[in-house]
């Protein structure tokens, strides 16, 4: 990342990014509406990631997945904005 506006683009698409993670993972938590299309909206025909996380892997229940994984994001973020910059000279 050799210039600022680089460095904004990046921002903005990974906080574009983790923000939508988020809140499908607060729709996956807190709605049945938002679980039953999620499940009915796998690509090609597959199951979704968080589905086959929960049921095949972890065999725990979607929101529990989802509350994991918002919990990451939240964390990666907060560490995101907060963890010390390098000076680059």
Same mark, same amino acid.
């Given at each position: 990342?050799?210039?600022? %506006?680089?460095?904004?683009?990046?921002?903005?698409? !990974? %906080?574009?990014?983790?923000?939508?993670?988020?809140?499908?993972?607060?729709?996956?938590?807190?709605? @049945?509406? %938002?679980?039953?299309?999620?499940?009915?909206?796998?690509?090609?025909?597959?199951?979704?990631?968080?589905?086959?996380?929960? @049921?095949? @892997?972890?065999?725990?229940?979607?929101?529990?997945?989802?509350?994991?994984?918002?919990?990451?994001?939240?964390?990666?973020?907060?560490? !995101?904005?907060?963890?010390?910059?390098?000076?680059?000279?």
């Amino acid at each position: 990342t050799g210039s600022r %506006a680089e460095r904004i683009t990046y921002a903005a698409t !990974g %906080a574009y990014l983790v923000g939508q993670t988020m809140v499908l993972c607060v729709g996956l938590i807190t709605s @049945h509406a %938002a679980r039953a299309k999620y499940a009915s909206n796998g690509s090609f025909g597959l199951t979704n990631d968080l589905l086959r996380l929960a @049921h095949d @892997h972890l065999l725990k229940p979607l929101p529990f997945v989802a509350g994991i994984v918002l919990v990451l994001a939240i964390a990666g973020a907060a560490l !995101g904005l907060f963890w010390p910059r390098r000076v680059q000279g």
